[in-house]
């Protein structure tokens, strides 16, 4: 994910970010914690608002809201899932 965060937001490479993580979270299994899951696919579907497709950014984040998550890992993720929720009216306002 790291790789893909310097490409998206450092060098501005959205699309290059997208395959990255894309990549990543097609061989996800059962080293992936959900924390780590969820932090990919909230990024994830930034880039793809940023990239001008709401509707693969609605199907992360309609994965973002099936993975189950702890009352510790919600805290931990507070942050993120508030960020998803954003996302989320963002592309709410642009289905207007």
């Keep these: ?10 060098k501005g ?11 990543a ?3 996800e299994r059962d ?5 780590e899951l969820v932090d990919a696919l909230v990024y994830r579907a930034e880039l793809a608002i940023r990239l001008d497709d709401t ?15 702890d009352d510790a890992e919600r805290g931990a ?5 508030a960020g998803a929720r954003d996302l ?3 592309l709410r ?3 207007r």
């Design 77 to 81: 993720l507070a942050e993120t899932l």
């Design 1 to 10: 994910m790291e790789n893909a965060v310097v490409l998206g937001e450092s």
């Design 25 to 27: 979270l097609g061989s």
């Design 31 to 35: 080293t992936t914690s959900a924390a």
């Design 88 to 90: 989320e009216e963002t």
């Design 55 to 69: 509707d693969r950014a609605n199907a992360l984040l309609a994965r973002v809201r099936d993975t189950p998550l």
């Design 93 to 95: 306002s642009t289905d």
């Design 13 to 23: 490479d959205h699309r290059q970010a997208a395959r990255i993580l894309d990549t």
